[in-house]
């Protein structure tokens, strides 16, 4: 829904269960309720000061900076940026002194192999791969494209750019070859890091035959780098291609990490919105990383004994910041997995977490709802009693989930942290502290330290009173934000700052504060869906479906779906008046598959529906509103004489045969 189209938004639910922290859970933590208070009143007091000290506190510096934050290209703001530092030193050369034998990677692979990493190894190999990477051209600033499965070396590969100042983009393994060549060719790389297979769902998907598809149209591509992986059978270019055991080889595990500048871009991660084509969020190194460690601390807990395990696929912010860098910048031993939750059986998740004796397992509600659906005997059947900490992220969790994921995984024993944030706020924002916030289902709870985050009205005014829904913003800029993005300063403008003149970051979202202060995220203000957690525009799905020779138009809205959150409903006029129910299903199938061939199975329709055309208003707009309605079976109230074509109204709602 937009913004115009309705004056406040309506908060209806209510839910007040309130579970206070588990009374031992604060034993050997860090955050003490006088240190919480502390943060609190000093990010009130000297908001700057406030972010200097632990920026010199958590980060070690080569260059030490005497500037925090420049406001003067406002709403491009710099941070700590006379300051140089080298986020891999960050995270894996300040450990080897005191923890060079401890494990950095446990990794186990879909089909049960295990590989474990220590600090000094993990090093060795970043160093090795850094100099491959430098060995073939690859330099300070260039962009390189990851397009891994999850395996200790899609980590390896982020590490070595960030080594030698290069700029990475990782590319979720599930998107297809279009989506690639898209961001491959908006960051204009110069390399593209891949393998030959990985294995998900039981099968092996082949990664490097999806980029041999568009590598011939990315001119700016000189290498490509083929980790072997699934074994499976390749083809070659040769000259272009290398495999990265060849690449490594005889070269020295040691590289010295380059000084780069504090706002040096660390990454850029492609990420749809409500119009145009992905864009590609640009995060900086030192404000960043100084995020991901502050939020590993605060929100998660992390110590030294944690086996850390974040289900995220590095293809998601939530990979990069809560896998690749915060906790390895913590010293933390994390678990990564490289298959789907269901194989062999859903109990997976639950034998991993058993075999490896995680502590604190951080996934998404719609994991949580997939996996309650089988029951409780496959949880049941492992030992969790290790686990003492519980985080959800990605879209709201609704209190059944919650509740499952507290009683049946926690064994309500373990505090759930929902953690409200984006891939542009690069951490963290709205969370409970373990141990100190008391929690409620569905409530990502309080900003933290430093956060200052707010509910304003369309006039941008903060609402006036407790659970008035409005706009999600951010009054203060803060040091793991979005710097731009990648090549179009315009639009990061206008999407994040332009709705209340530059006065707040506005982040999409609409919520409402309860009389405690928790905040309740209601969802997006925008044409943005969420799947799976995983976000997707209306607009890109539908000008895919529209490039479809049999399709004349096309719209696309979300309905609630138990399991994925929001399911994808497409709403089809096709070319040519389609005979029968047979015909319709022959082309529903078909417009499927090209969704999922041109963006990937992600965005592939739940449901197809055909109609002779779309509601329109009489200057030919879409009435996404309506069809939106018509997808949830909501019943519609509102006067549609207005619209250009109101007889569409009735056939739309006529059930799909
Ligand atoms: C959008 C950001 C955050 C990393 C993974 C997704 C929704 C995220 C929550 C939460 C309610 C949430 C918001 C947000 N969202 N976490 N705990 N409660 N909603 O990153 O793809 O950038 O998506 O996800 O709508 O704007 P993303």
């Known amino acids: 829904m937009t913004h115009e189209s309705r004056d406040a938004i309506e908060s209806l639910f209510q839910e007040n269960r309130l579970f206070a922290p588990p009374q031992d859970f604060g034993r050997g933590s860090r955050m003490t309720p006088e240190l919480y208070r502390a943060l609190l009143a000093e990010a009130e007091s000297d908001y700057e000061g406030f972010w200097a000290r632990l920026a010199r506190a958590e980060l070690e510096w080569l260059t030490p900076f005497t500037r925090t934050l420049d406001a003067s290209g406002a709403p491009h703001y710099r941070w700590f940026d006379d300051g140089t530092l080298n986020v891999s030193a960050n995270c894996l050369d300040r450990h080897i002194a005191e923890r060079g034998a401890k494990p950095a990677i446990i990794f186990e692979g879909e089909p049960g192999d295990v590989r474990v990493l220590t600090y000094r190894e993990l090093l060795a190999e970043v160093s090795r791969f850094a100099n491959a990477l430098r060995a073939h051209g690859?330099?300070?600033?260039?962009?390189?494209?990851?397009?891994?499965?999850?395996?200790?070396?899609?980590?390896?590969?982020?590490?070595?750019?960030?080594?030698?100042?290069?700029?990475?983009?990782?590319?979720?393994?599930?998107?297809?070859?279009?989506?690639?060549?898209?961001?491959?060719?908006?960051?204009?790389?110069?390399?593209?890091?891949?393998?030959?297979?990985?294995?998900?769902?039981?099968?092996?998907?082949?990664?490097?035959?999806?980029?041999?598809?568009?590598?011939?149209?990315?001119?700016?591509?000189?290498?490509?780098?083929?980790?072997?992986?699934?074994?499976?059978?390749?083809?070659?270019?040769?000259?272009?291609?290398?495999?990265?055991?060849?690449?490594?080889?005889?070269?020295?595990?040691?590289?010295?990490?380059?000084?780069?500048?504090?706002?040096?871009?660390?990454y850029l991660l492609y990420t749809s919105g409500s119009t145009g084509r992905p864009k590609g969020i640009q995060h900086s190194s030192a404000g960043y990383l100084l995020g991901t460690i502050l939020t590993m601390r605060w929100v998660f807990d992390i110590r030294e004994d944690d086996v850390y395990w974040c289900t995220a696929d590095i293809g998601w912010v939530t990979g990069h910041s809560y896998v690749a860098y915060g906790p390895l910048a913590c010293g933390a031993t994390?678990?990564?997995?490289?298959?789907?939750?269901?194989?062999?059986?859903?109990?997976?998740?639950?034998?991993?977490?058993?075999?490896?004796?995680?502590?604190?397992?951080?996934?998404?509600?719609?994991?949580?709802?997939?996996?309650?659906?089988?029951?409780?005997?496959?949880?049941?059947?492992?030992?969790l009693d290790k686990?003492?900490?519980?985080?959800?992220?990605?879209?709201?969790?609704?209190?059944?989930?919650?509740?499952?994921?507290?009683r049946v995984i926690g064994q309500e024993r373990c505090p759930i942290v929902d953690t409200w944030w984006q891939t542009e706020t690069g951490v963290h924002m709205i969370a409970p502290i373990p141990g100190l916030t008391a929690t409620k289902p569905g409530s990502c709870t309080r900003p933290l330290p430093g956060i200052a985050?707010?509910?304003?009205?369309?006039?941008?005014?903060?609402?006036?009173?407790?659970?008035?829904?409005?706009?999600?913003?951010?009054?203060?800029?803060?040091?793991?934000?979005?710097?731009?993005?990648?090549?179009?300063?315009?639009?990061?403008?206008?999407t994040y700052w332009a709705r209340f003149e530059n006065r707040y970051y506005v982040s999409g979202d609409s919520a409402r504060r309860d009389a405690d202060g928790y905040f309740w995220v209601m969802g997006r203000v925008d044409d943005v869906l969420k799947v799976s957690g995983h976000r997707l525009g209306t607009m890109e799905i539908e000008s895919v479906l529209g490039a479809h020779p049999q399709v004349?138009?096309?719209?696309?809205?979300?309905?609630?779906?138990?399991?994925?959150?929001?399911?994808?409903?497409?709403?089809?006029?096709?070319?040519?008046?389609?005979?029968?129910?047979?015909?319709?299903?022959?082309?529903?199938?078909?417009?499927?598959?090209?969704?999922?061939?041109?963006?990937?199975?992600?965005a592939r329709p739940a449901e197809i529906r055909f109609a002779s055309n779309l509601p329109k208003t009489r200057s030919g707009k879409i009435m996404r509103r309506l069809l939106r309605a018509i997808a949830r079976h909501e019943t519609i109230d509102e006067d549609v004489s207005t619209l250009e074509n109101p007889d569409i109204v009735r056939e739309l709602k006529a059930p799909p045969e």
């Open 453 to 494: 985050a707010d509910v304003v009205d369309a006039a941008g005014e903060p609402v006036k009173a407790p659970d008035e829904g409005g706009f999600l913003v951010i009054k203060r800029p803060w040091p793991a934000m979005l710097r731009t993005i990648w090549g179009d300063a315009e639009r990061y403008r206008e």
């Open 138 to 266: 690859v330099k300070m600033g260039d962009r390189v494209i990851i397009y891994m499965p999850m395996v200790p070396e899609a980590v390896i590969a982020m590490q070595a750019c960030a080594r030698i100042g290069a700029i990475h983009s990782v590319v979720f393994g599930g998107f297809s070859s279009d989506s690639l060549k898209d961001r491959i060719t908006d960051a204009q790389a110069v390399a593209v890091i891949t393998a030959d297979g990985g294995h998900r769902g039981g099968r092996v998907i082949g990664l490097k035959a999806i980029c041999d598809k568009v590598l011939g149209d990315c001119p700016s591509v000189r290498t490509v780098f083929v980790l072997r992986r699934a074994g499976n059978e390749i083809s070659w270019q040769e000259g272009r291609d290398v495999w990265w055991h060849d690449a490594v080889a005889g070269l020295s595990d040691s590289c010295p990490p380059v000084a780069v500048g504090a706002e040096h871009p660390l």
């Open 387 to 406: 686990l003492r900490l519980l985080g959800s992220v990605g879209e709201p969790i609704n209190p059944e989930a919650w509740m499952w994921f507290y």
């Open 334 to 383: 994390i678990l990564m997995y490289e298959g789907a939750p269901m194989i062999p059986d859903p109990g997976r998740f639950w034998r991993l977490c058993e075999r490896h004796g995680v502590t604190i397992f951080y996934t998404a509600p719609t994991a949580i709802r997939a996996l309650k659906k089988h029951g409780d005997d496959y949880p049941r059947a492992y030992n």
């Open 552 to 602: 004349a138009e096309a719209a696309v809205v979300g309905r609630p779906d138990d399991v994925t959150g929001e399911a994808i409903c497409a709403f089809i006029v096709p070319r040519a008046a389609l005979a029968d129910s047979a015909a319709r299903s022959v082309l529903g199938s078909d417009l499927r598959r090209w969704v999922a061939d041109k963006i990937g199975p992600i």
